[in-house]
């Protein structure tokens, strides 16, 4: 019985056995999450991913590899300059359904300036990397806003319709499945 106490004791200290002296650490407040400290997070097998989506209006098959198992397609997003991919597979009826895809431009936080205030260069800089093809990555939306990524074997090179296009883009922060 009085080891058990002593144990006890030790793990809860009485408040005279406090030590007077400790040292006080600041407790980190909350703050908003915004674009500039927006980072991916990869948590449970979900990916949190911050992006520039582009809807899907429109994806049409041109045709099937007669060789080689392949399938063709165009596709319209809104804001991107229509675009053709070479797909191993053929794609799923519930991907063909329109609103379901999406083509998503990975956000980089470190294509705004890190200081608060931006100067013209900045902007000009920002906006020119904004116009030029990037890397796209098509997902498929799931049930409780949540996005799944298909066609992950294929390269797809995505460039933005012309400056307004840019303009109108909004960074989302999209759950990957």
């Not at 009485?14 to 915004?34: D, G």
């Not at 041109?62 to 319209?76: F, K, N, Q, V, W």
């Not at 319709?161 to 109108?168: A, K």
């Amino acid at each position: 019985m009085g080891w058990r106490s002593v144990t006890i004791s030790f793990l809860f200290p009485r408040p005279h056995q406090l030590i007077s002296n400790a040292a006080v650490l600041p407790i980190p407040t909350p703050r908003r999450r915004t674009v500039r400290d927006d980072k991916s997070t990869f948590i449970n097998r979900r990916l949190t991913l911050p992006s520039i989506a582009h809807r899907v209006t429109t994806i049409r098959l041109l045709g099937a590899g007669p060789l080689i198992p392949s399938y063709t397609y165009e596709i319209r997003a809104s804001g991107l300059r229509p675009l053709e991919i070479a797909l191993p597979d053929k794609l799923e009826d519930a991907a063909m359904k329109q609103g379901a895809l999406q083509l998503v431009r990975p956000w980089h936080s470190k294509l705004l300036s890190p200081s608060a205030e931006s100067d013209a260069t900045t902007e000009k800089q920002l906006f020119s990397t904004l116009e030029r093809p990037f890397h796209a990555l098509l997902l498929i939306q799931l049930p409780h806003n949540e996005y799944k990524r298909i066609v992950s074997s294929t390269l797809i090179i995505a460039e933005p319709v012309d400056s307004s296009s840019v303009l109108q883009s909004k960074v989302r922060t999209l759950n990957i499945v």
